[in-house]
Every structure is written in structure tokens, then in C-alpha cells.
């Protein structure tokens, strides 16, 4: 049974907003040249994604569910198009949108139901971009890193993968995945803000809060190589962005 982990972000809304990441630079190279098109960043969190969209001149509107969350997201970005629904459920009318992105968010989505939303709010041709942001799977000190984070005793944790997949002769195709390393410079104590933001550490007591980022910090301490290292001591943390593209298929 849920915890309903997913609807307690905004209980760290503000911390949200500070330790996650936002998408590197090099994500233009993934979604192109969208000045003038019309956007939809769906799961939009505090606005990280719809930031970056924002400075790369779309027009954009947001689904943000989460009050909380969506208040940070549009104190920050007045300008978007705030819409009140859910992934599931887009108040818009068909082919609304040339393309729909979302970043750290899709295994939140009830599926099919999601997927077929997304198919109906697109333009012909128009693209989805499901993303994940996140610490890179192919080092092993940020490996170490996940597996604080992913806690394989919690019964309640949401399976988390990285791409999206589509039904052959359903409403997508040319779906293609992709992966982009990035490096992202931190602090120790900006690391472990981080971690405090993460669905499983939300739904744990002061006590299971504090065991973890002891944990963050030891990891850390033992990656630079000095036990006695303060919260400032920057750590170059290698990333990655992944994901699926996709095309919506002619109507």
C-alpha cells in the first residue's frame, strides 16, 4: 500500500527549490530550439525544468498538483500559464501544445492514463520528452550514493526507471532513449540538503533524518579523502541526464 509519499513534497518545497538540480546546459542539445512553441512542463515541481525552458524563450504552461510546490514555482515564474490538474488529466483542449516535457517525474504518473493524456494534448509531430536527472550509474563512489538513497528495505519506495516505454501501434513513435553526463560541483552540506528532499527521506522521523545525512557526510569525507572535512568542501558530482523522446503520430 502507498504512503502517499508522492503528494509530500511540498513539505520541502523551499528546500526543493534550493538542493535539486536544474537541467544542465547541455539539455538544449536535447530538446532543440523551442523560442515561440508552446510548452507544457507536466509534474513541474518548484520550476526547475520550466525555468530552463522559460530562458530559452517558450511559452510555457505548467501541471503542478502539489500547492505547495507550484506556489514556489510561480512566486519564481509569474509569467507561465499555471493550469490546475494533474498529469492524468490536462484542463486543455486537444493539440494544445508542441511539445510536453517532464523531468524526474514520470513513474509518479498513473499509466495508461498519463501517456494517453499527454497523446491527446500534443500537436501532430509534436514531441515528449521524459527526463531524469540524477547522480551518474556508472561511477562508484556516486553508485555508493545511490544506494543510500534508494534504501532497499523500504517496502514502500516507487520503482524508479530510466526511460520511458510506448506501445508499438499506440500514439508515439520514433521513440529513441537517451543518456548525457554532466558534471555537477556541490558542497558536502549542499549534498546532503539534497538527500533530505528525496520521497524517502520525507516520510522519516528526526531521528532516521539525521542517521542518513551522517551517512551523506562519511561517504563524502571518504571520496575526498579527509574524515575531518567541512560542509564547504566542494565535490564535483558526476550526473546524468537520460530519458526518452518520442513523436506523436499523425492523428
Known amino acids: 500500500m502507498s504512503d502517499g509519499r508522492g ?9 526543493y527549490d534550493l538542493y535539486r538540480a536544474d537541467p544542465p546546459e547541455e539539455t538544449s542539445a ?55 490538474g494533474s498529469a492524468e488529466d490536462v484542463p486543455v483542449a486537444d493539440a494544445s501544445f508542441d511539445a510536453v516535457l ?10 495508461p492514463e498519463a501517456t494517453n493524456e499527454m497523446a491527446r494534448v500534443l500537436r501532430d509531430d509534436g514531441s515528449l520528452y521524459v527526463l531524469w536527472n540524477g547522480f551518474s550509474r556508472d561511477v562508484a563512489w556516486t553508485e555508493g550514493l545511490t544506494k543510500i538513497r534508494e534504501r532497499p528495505e523500504d517496502v514502500n519506495k516507487k520503482p524508479r526507471g530510466w526511460n520511458a516505454t510506448f506501445d508499438a501501434d499506440g500514439a508515439f513513435v520514433d521513440v529513441h532513449d537517451f543518456s548525457l553526463g554532466w558534471t555537477w560541483s556541490r558542497t558536502i552540506d549542499q549534498v546532503v ?59
Not at 524563450?57 to 509569474?78: F, K, Q, Y
Not at 517532464?102 to 499509466?111: D, G, L, P, V
Open 7 to 15: 503528494r509530500k513534497f511540498g513539505t520541502v518545497a523551499e528546500s
Open 30 to 84: 536535447i530538446v532543440g530550439d523551442i523560442a515561440g512553441l508552446e510548452v507544457l512542463d507536466v509534474g513541474a515541481g518548484t520550476g526547475k525544468l520550466t525555468r530552463f525552458l522559460l530562458g530559452r524563450g517558450a511559452r510555457v504552461s505548467v501541471i503542478e498538483p502539489d500547492d505547495d510546490m507550484r506556489r514556489v514555482l510561480t512566486r519564481r515564474s509569474p509569467e507561465v500559464n499555471e493550469l490546475l
Open 102 to 111: 517532464s523531468s524526474s517525474a514520470w513513474h509518479w504518473f498513473r499509466q
Open 193 to 251: 540538503g539534497l538527500f533530505g528532499t528525496y520521497s524517502g527521506a520525507i516520510i522519516q522521523g528526526d531521528e532516521d533524518k539525521a542517521k542518513l545525512d551522517d551517512r551523506v557526510r562519511v561517504l563524502l569525507r571518504d571520496y575526498v579523502g579527509d574524515p575531518t572535512a567541512q560542509g564547504d568542501v566542494v565535490v564535483d558530482v558526476p550526473m546524468c541526464l537520460r530519458g526518452t523522446i518520442a513523436r506523436r503520430r499523425a492523428r
